[in-house]
């Protein structure tokens, strides 16, 4: 079972995606647990993995030929890729059970009341394609050269542009289109870099990623990867297509776009500032000072929405860009903080996301003015966005808020040893959480606060969504809330790579 | 002795999921786990009190590494003076209250909650109290926010009964929702702020915990004064927090709407207990900046205690100017608050500006601490009381409830004669201990602002027991009478007021004895364990404990006489002249110095704008150009080239072949290159 582990991470969900249509015809919606077999197979393995990581501090590389000499399909696992890895299968597998009702609601609302086959043929459909995520996620994260994190980059708008298509709210074609197009503007930029980096070292290999280390093609490549790291988090200015596609696809994946969006931090780390930490310095100002703007920006633009959906995919930009802020400001503790601050984003998110999709699918209204008082009917979704919020602006014990304090610190200390110019970042950094703070409680008061609408006083259906929707998210929550308090862990483990990384501090 | 430190931390939080889960039984579980733990708790504080008597064994630190990696985090907690004094006051305190809300919540079909987040509060409260590092300072710091969040909103359906402000069409009402709100973002703002500044401290002295702090502050503070202005941007910015939380100027906005939470959320959270928590970090932090000033010689370090001293003045003043118009009963306790916590930063912030008043500011600013915390939790029990019985936040809605409350009367009498400073109830040791601390650093001004406000804090008290006791019925109570005749609070209620007011009693008694063993434990915890440098005052050119007795009862007779005779016998009567001076400042007071105003307009309103701004108009305008119109001046200057290609996803292929030619010449570049 324990064979070639990481690539059974990989290709366990694709060999589940076809299994669910074969299956379809005979199980109907049964078929879904493959998907969710699937994923908690492949969890417990990853989870495995890190607590046999975790003692051994031996990472776990498998080789697989490719194409060729030049291109080796080879997995690493070590303690930055499994961890991450872990998260975002646990994500993967919570989401695909809280997708179960979603999806029937989606296919009412878009298909009608449509004869069972064809629901079962739709139902089916999404999990095949859901199944593309996690297998696009574990590449990147083990992939040990540039093709491979490229081909599995291009994996990922594959089942997002279906799915948006398919199943996500009015604007849905159109948005999909742009989801895409903003995926092969990225894409486009890393097939650039990847080729600069081949040209100079003759390998696709990150290793030979070091090769180009003070040279000025490093500066080159650098800035093509960067590009397409910033398109994929949405740094401002290329923030635009970050609203429109989380607040029109079916949340039952937002979480994982928060994933699709945040793993270009992981990225960065694995392709730039590992092998090219010297040269990346020359970039880490302006990057603070571009996140800076973006996590301000990103909080205002979260202000001003009144669309449930718009409103968290906005907060998504400005969280994003905490992320950048603690790994740009090449200290180990910007480092480590801002990857863990990754996974607190990723899970709150996705508690967030999905809460609020529990809110349309309950009410049917993405307005939030529209919306108040639903604690009274809806305690449990109350409870759960509180958590996302909390989790969103890095209240304890959630573990965004050692991920924070971590990040923060490297920050400061770059601030401190750094140019003036870091020390005001850090600063205006820290002081902008406020504005975290402001929307996500504010979000609490116009949902849940307030008088109860009249029209939902006398609706009996507006209460508390079904086990299956909410005890996944009550477990991506404990799961948060035991990292907060225990975050050694997973820190002792991205601590085996980073403390490699050649930085003063 | 670590084992109850450890168990008055965890027993409150093991309370909460049992409350939980006895609600889901039935109520008297739920009511017994709710009382229970938090008087174990208090049992647990103490068996912590003989440490006291013996302060040469303290400190006592118990941790445990928390992480390893970037650095080296510990949890732990730390049991000396200050920790043990705060720990004392907040738990006990707090199971008294916890057993009064069981009256006051009664029948309230959010009793679960409300109890949940009282155990979770006392839980987080005695974290930071008790903590031995910054780091977990912090935690508690957020959690108790957390919690005074929750129970400002208690009432979140915002019932319109619920709202404060007002009188209902006198002043703007907010409701309780909008007010934990509140509440949560400016006590934010501190908090983030601080949390910059703790992250300074730990760069330059390579350790959050307390004591390692202390000991190494003479090597690592003037390295870190050795940059530009840094010990006061660190001064600043650690300040923030405490000046947030304790609701000091310009961060004291947020405790008058926080009077929008039930009676006892009031007096636990927002006058006994977390309120302090700002008082209790500026004592912690002290020795710090005090080893700045005085064994590292680096004289930017007197700012952390200029600031201290003056915004505690400036505080304690601008309070009682508001308390003396307000007309909630609640709030006129919320501004006396804010004001008397002013005293006690004054008293701290004196305590570094010379080497002679270390000790005794710091304790005079610890002893009001206590008494005030004891003193205003009985005064906000009985005003909840008070409400309870006559359906009304406002005293003109009261009037002569002396007859109807006789218990209650007697309890809130004791608490605000002691809040005046009347000799010899503690208020008046713990307000001399800071005055006379003022007078020997030779802080002229802030000595004056206090001896001021002092007359300021008996005129409010006094009206308000005037108003509410023994004015005349109001037309609402005569109205209530007609429907059931008022009466007095529960015993579990009364009860509870009754035990404050008999501790007030026993300190009051025992003033100079508390004093004195106040003063031994900071003597011995700053001058010998932390080896302070300690002066001894010199002789006086006249006594300054008399002057200051003198001036003290002064002071309140000016303030009360007057009161007495408008509000209490209303022997005399006043009609405050439109467009006089009185009027103008009935009307700056009135409206809070504008400061509120002030805040909503550039804040709220600001802020909100600005988002409005950036969501309508930049990104609009950005997503139209970027989504829109970009893929459509591809598809219109481009038109015939790529007509063949054109098929339902037109813009797609477009936009691709825009996109490709772009890659296609940065590769070209690139490869040249």
Redesign the interface.
């Known amino acids: 079972m324990l064979e070639h582990l990481l690539l059974q991470a990989i290709v366990v969900p694709v060999i589940c995606s076809p299994a669910i249509i074969l299956g379809r015809r005979v199980c109907g919606k049964k078929t879904a647990w493959i998907a969710r077999a699937g994923l908690l197979y492949s969890t417990l393995l990853l989870l495995f993995a890190c607590l046999q990581l975790a003692v051994t501090s031996t990472p776990l590389v498998e080789h697989y030929p490719f194409a060729g000499p030049a291109i080796k399909m080879n997995l690493l696992g070590d303690g930055l890729s499994l961890p991450i890895a872990l998260i975002i299968n646990l994500l993967c597998a919570a989401l695909s059970f809280y997708a179960d009702h979603y999806i029937d609601h989606r296919i009412e609302a878009i298909y009608g009341n449509v004869d069972k086959k064809t629901a079962v043929n739709h139902y089916t459909r999404f999990y095949a394609l859901f199944l593309l995520f996690p297998t696009g996620f574990m590449g990147v994260c083990f992939a040990t050269n540039l093709i491979g994190i490229y081909f599995f980059l291009e994996i990922l708008p594959l089942p997002l542009y279906f799915i948006m298509a398919m199943f996500g709210y009015v604007d849905r074609v159109r948005v999909a ?2 989801c ?2 903003w995926a ?2 990225g894409a ?2 890393f ?2 870099g990847s ?2 980096v081949y ?1 100079h070292t003759g390998s696709f290999a990150i290793d030979s990623i070091a090769g180009l280390s003070g040279t ?2 490093a500066f ?1 490549a650098i800035l ?1 990867f960067l590009i397409t790291i910033m398109a994929k988090m949405a740094v401002v ?1 290329f923030q ?2 970050m ?2 596609v989380h607040a029109e696809h079916p949340t039952c994946i937002a979480g994982l776009l928060a994933v699709y969006a945040n793993i270009a931090v992981y990225v960065m780390l694995r392709v730039l500032i590992i092998p090219l930490t010297g040269d990346f310095q020359v970039f880490s100002l302006p990057l603070m000072t571009l996140a800076l703007i973006t996590m301000v ?1 990103g909080a ?6 009144t669309d449930i959906k718009r409103f968290a995919a ?1 907060s998504t930009i400005s969280q994003l860009a905490y992320s950048m802020l603690g790994v740009c400001s090449m200290t ?2 910007g480092i ?2 801002g990857l863990f601050f990754f996974l607190g984003h990723i899970m709150g998110k996705t508690i967030i996301f999905s809460t609020a999709g529990i809110i349309v699918y309950t009410t049917g209204i993405r307005d939030m003015r529209q919306l108040g ?1 639903l ?2 009917k809806m305690p449990v979704t109350t409870v759960l966005w509180i958590i996302g919020a ?1 989790g969103l602006a890095g ?3 959630m573990n965004s ?2 991920g924070e ?2 990040m ?3 920050i ?2 770059a601030g ?1 040893i750094g140019s003036t110019g870091k020390l005001i970042i ?2 205006a950094g ?2 902008a ?2 504005l975290s ?2 929307y996500c ?2 979000s609490v ?1 116009t949902i ?5 609408d009249g029209k939902f006083a006398n609706n009996d259906h507006i209460k508390d969504p079904p086990l299956s929707m909410s005890l996944p998210l009550l477990a991506v929550a404990a799961t948060a809330i035991t990292l907060g308090i225990y ?2 862990f997973i ?2 483990l ?2 085996q790579v ?2 490699t990384i050649p930085l003063m501090y | 002795m670590h084992l109850y430190a450890w168990l008055a931390i965890i027993l409150p939080l093991i309370g909460i999921p049992l409350i939980f889960i006895g609600s889901r039984i039935n109520g008297v579980l739920r009511n017994t786990a709710a009382i229970a733990f938090p008087i174990m708790a208090a049992l647990c504080a103490l068996r912590l009190f003989p440490l006291l008597l013996h302060p040469e064994q303290l400190p006592l630190e118990s941790s445990w590494i928390w992480i390893t990696h970037p650095f080296i985090l510990e949890i732990g907690i730390l049991l000396d003076p200050l920790s043990l004094i705060l720990t004392l006051v907040v738990s006990i305190i707090s199971a008294i209250i916890a057993v009064y809300c069981l009256g006051y919540m009664k029948g309230d079909p959010g009793i679960s909650r409300f109890l949940m987040l009282v155990n979770l509060f006392i839980g987080s409260m005695l974290i930071l109290v008790l903590a031995n590092n910054l780091l977990l300072l912090f935690v508690g710091w957020k959690l108790v926010g957390l919690c005074s969040y929750g129970l400002i909103g208690f009432y979140y359906q915002d019932d319109r009964k619920y709202w404060i402000g007002g009188p209902e069409g006198e002043a703007p009402m907010t409701t309780p929702s909008f007010c934990g709100l509140k509440a949560l973002v400016v006590t934010g703002v501190g908090d983030l702020i601080m949390l910059g500044g703790i992250l300074i401290l730990f760069f330059f002295a390579g350790t959050l915990n307390f004591m390692e702090l202390y000991s190494s502050a003479p090597t690592w503070f003037p390295e870190m004064a050795r940059n530009p202005n840094m010990a006061v941007l660190v001064s600043i910015m650690l300040l923030a927090g405490p000046i947030g939380k304790s609701a000091q100027f310009p961060l004291h906005e947020w405790l008058p709407e926080a009077m929008a939470g039930p009676g006892p959320v009031s007096a636990l959270i927002h006058a006994a207990t977390m309120v302090k928590s700002g008082v209790y970090l500026v004592a912690r932090l002290m020795p710090i900046f005090y080893i700045g000033r005085w064994v590292a010689n680096c004289p930017d370090a007197t700012i952390f205690f200029t600031i201290t001293a003056w915004v505690g003045a400036i505080t304690a003043f601008i309070a009682a100017t508001q308390g003396l118009v307000a007309k909630e009963l609640k709030k006129i306790l919320a501004f006396s608050t804010v004001s008397q916590i002013g005293y006690m930063w004054i008293g701290l912030g004196v305590a570094g500006l010379t080497q002679t008043t270390l000790v005794a500011g710091t304790s005079a600013g610890i002893f009001h601490l206590i008494s005030h915390a004891i003193f205003k939790a009985c005064l906000f029990l009985c005003a909840g009381s008070v409400i309870h019985t006559t359906h009304s936040i406002y005293i003109q809605d009261m009037g002569g409830m002396r007859r109807y409350m006789p218990l209650t009367w007697l309890s809130m009498m004791i608490a605000a004669i002691c809040l005046m400073g009347v000799p010899p109830l503690p208020g008046f040791w713990s307000k001399d201990a800071i005055l006379l601390a003022g007078l020997e650093a030779h802080h002229i001004p802030i000595f004056i602002i206090a001896i001021i406000t002092v007359a300021l804090t008996a005129f409010y008290t006094t009206r308000m027991i005037g108003i509410v006791f023994y004015g005349p019925e109001s037309p609402h109570l005569q109205h209530l009478q007609e429907a059931s005749p008022a009466h007095e609070a529960p015993a579990i209620m009364w009860g509870a007021c009754g035990l404050l007011a008999l501790m007030i009693l026993v300190l009051g008694l025992g003033g100079p004895w508390a004093e004195q063993l106040l003063h031994h434990n900071f003597t011995v915890n700053l001058a010998e364990t932390l080896k302070l440098p300690v002066n001894h005052a010199g002789e006086h050119p006249f006594n300054y404990h008399l002057l200051v007795t003198c001036l003290s009862v002064a002071s309140i007779l000016a303030g009360a006489v007057p009161a007495w005779l408008i509000y209490g016998s209303g022997k005399i009567k006043i009609q405050i002249r439109a467009n006089s001076i009185f009027s103008e400042l009935y009307t700056l007071f009135w409206r809070r110095w504008y400061i509120d105003s002030f805040y909503n307009l550039i804040f709220i309103d600001g802020t909100l704008k600005i988002a409005d701004f950036v969501a309508f108009r930049i990104e609009n305008n950005f997503d139209t150009l970027v989504n829109r119109r970009l893929p459509d001046l591809v598809t219109e200057t481009l038109p015939n080239l790529l007509l063949r290609l054109k098929t339902e996803s037109e813009n797609f292929l477009y936009i691709g072949a825009y996109l490709m030619a772009i890659i296609m010449v940065t590769i070209g570049f690139a490869l040249w290159h």
């Open positions: 289109m742009i895409l197009m092969v503007f486009g930029f097939l650039v080729v600069i040209y000025p093609a080159w093509m200015p635009v297509w609203p429109w920006y205002l633009l979260t202000l001003g929405q906005c180990k503790a480590d903080g008082g604690a009274r909390m209240f304890p014990p808020f050692p304090w971590i923060f610190t490297g400061f200390k401190l850090a600063i820290a002081a959480i406020t703070v402001v409680f504010r008061k849940f606060y307030g008088p109860l975050p050694k820190l002792d991205f601590h980073v403390s």
